[in-house]
């Protein structure tokens, strides 16, 4: 079992170095080719962070591993993905029915607001349920993507791109930074 549990530990791939070459203006790659290989490496990761979890439960059960452990394995594997893939799915769909049949749109800062409460939620709410959180903000946000940004105003539309976008890159530097810092202090030490 302690194979299996650091076999999904390292199973994860990092495309950082992929990614940024393909995001270079000079290169002008396709944006769709960009956003499949992002969504494929963040959905890979989540699936990893999945089995790690699943296989680290069983683990810290103490119970022997066996032929009759698999079901049980790819039960709860599977239960916490679809259970994960349902809440996201579910709660963009709620988003974007509000969005749609609702006065929102007079109020771009609502709408704004309620996108990222919505998808904020659907991550907590996966979280709170010990599910994939990441995974179900990943289809939240395919849903949201592919059904509400329709039904925002243009205002909001234009505004909820740039500040997703803004969020994303601050996202990424304080990665980096924290990396550093962390590779800096294990130097020192």
């Known amino acids: ?22 995001g270079n203006p000079e290169l002008n790659c396709d944006p769709l080719l960009y956003s499949l290989v992002f969504g494929e490496s963040v959905l ?29 394995i790819m039960g709860s594997f599977s239960g916490i993905c679809l ?7 579910s709660i963009g769909l709620i988003c974007s029915y509000l969005c ?6 007079l109020y771009p800062e609502y709408e704004i ?6 998808a904020y939620g659907s991550y907590s709410f996966s979280e709170a ?14 849903v949201l993507s592919h059904y509400n940004s329709y039904n925002l105003s243009p205002t909001s539309q234009i505004t909820s791109h740039n500040i997703f976008k803004s969020l994303a890159v601050l996202s990424e530097y ?7 810092t962390s590779s ?3 130097k020192m030490c």
């Open 1 to 22: 079992m302690e194979a299996l549990v650091f076999g999904s530990l390292i199973s994860a791939v990092d495309p950082v170095a992929t990614l940024s070459i393909m």
């Open 184 to 186: 800096m202090h294990i």
């Open 100 to 105: 749609k049949h609702t006065q929102m749109r």
């Open 129 to 142: 349920l010990e599910w994939s959180g990441i995974m179900s903000l990943f289809f939240c946000g395919i």
């Open 44 to 72: 890979n990761d989540a699936v990893a962070i999945v089995l790690f979890k699943t296989f680290k439960r069983f683990y810290e059960s103490g119970d022997k591993f066996s032929a009759n452990t698999i079901p049980s």
């Open 83 to 89: 259970g994960s893939v349902l809440v996201g799915v």
């Open 174 to 180: 304080f990665v980096f930074l924290y990396i550093g």
């Open 113 to 118: 607001s309620m996108i990222f409460l919505f």
